[in-house]
């Protein structure tokens, strides 16, 4: 099977999946805040969260119902930054993945990625890992939200957490953006071989 990559190219590839994994995977994840609430454990991502408090008809009392879930609607995620930061973190993870997966199939099909296009696709990925890391430094504007404050002892505000803690998801879809940032757009560079040059 003939390879449109360098060795370099390949390697460039494989980075860039692993980048875009654990960016997407992060960020679809419930984990990027930690914190509780009556008692039971309670997590928050930019568009979903894990345990919520439902009123119990029966019991004449509020409950937590533990289980994950989306918010119902854009307007119900807690606030105008998570919302912010639920867009732009999508559209980056977006690129990755479409540059990752261009990148595997140059990996099968030759002449897909020539010098010009690897780098091509190297900006795309350094733009999509800005606005990754765009949402994860808009993320903490919204730890004043009336729900964070209800999980966090009414301590939160912005850039400060009060009682609650970043969550692994947080970590992983930052990481997945600064490799895809500033390793997998350097390698992108040295990822196409040279064209043929055909004498008309």
Same mark, same amino acid.
């Given at each position: 099977?003939?390879?449109? %990559?360098?060795?370099?190219?390949?390697?460039?590839? %494989? @980075?860039?999946?692993?980048?875009?994994?654990?960016?997407? *995977?992060?960020?679809?994840?419930?984990?990027?805040? @930690?914190?509780? !609430?009556?008692?039971? &454990?309670?997590?928050?991502?930019?568009? #979903? #969260?894990?345990?919520?408090? *439902? #009123?119990?008809?029966?019991?004449?009392?509020?409950?937590?119902?533990?289980?994950?879930?989306?918010?119902?609607?854009?307007?119900?995620?807690?606030?105008? !930054?998570? #919302?912010?930061?639920?867009?732009?973190?999508?559209?980056?993870?977006?690129?990755?993945? @479409? *540059?990752?997966?261009?990148? %595997?199939?140059g990996c099968c099909i030759s002449d897909l990625i020539s010098r010009t296009i690897g780098r091509v696709a190297g900006g795309i990925q350094f733009v999509g890992g800005l606005?990754?890391?765009?949402?994860?430094? @808009?993320? &903490?504007?919204g730890w004043d939200s009336e729900e964070v404050k209800q999980t966090c002892s009414n301590s939160s505000e912005q850039f400060k957490l009060g009682s609650c803690q970043i969550?692994?998801?947080?970590?992983?879809?930052?990481?997945?953006?600064?490799?895809?940032?500033?390793?997998?757009?350097?390698?992108?560079?040295?990822?196409?071989?040279? !064209?043929?040059?055909? &004498?008309?």
């Amino acid at each position: 099977m003939a390879s449109s %990559l360098t060795c370099t190219g390949v390697i460039w590839a %494989l @980075l860039s999946l692993l980048c875009a994994a654990a960016s997407c *995977v992060g960020f679809f994840m419930p984990y990027w805040l @930690l914190g509780t !609430q009556m008692d039971k &454990p309670v997590s928050f991502g930019t568009f #979903r #969260r894990c345990s919520y408090p *439902v #009123r119990d008809e029966e019991r004449q009392a509020t409950v937590m119902l533990e289980q994950c879930g989306r918010y119902a609607t854009f307007n119900g995620i807690p606030s105008p !930054q998570w #919302r912010i930061c639920t867009v732009v973190t999508g559209v980056g993870c977006g690129l990755l993945l @479409l *540059v990752a997966l261009t990148a %595997l199939m140059g990996c099968c099909i030759s002449d897909l990625i020539s010098r010009t296009i690897g780098r091509v696709a190297g900006g795309i990925q350094f733009v999509g890992g800005l606005l990754i890391g765009s949402g994860c430094a @808009l993320y &903490p504007l919204g730890w004043d939200s009336e729900e964070v404050k209800q999980t966090c002892s009414n301590s939160s505000e912005q850039f400060k957490l009060g009682s609650c803690q970043i969550g692994w998801a947080y970590y992983c879809t930052g990481a997945g953006a600064a490799v895809a940032m500033l390793l997998c757009t350097w390698l992108s560079c040295f990822a196409g071989k040279k !064209q043929k040059q055909y &004498p008309y």
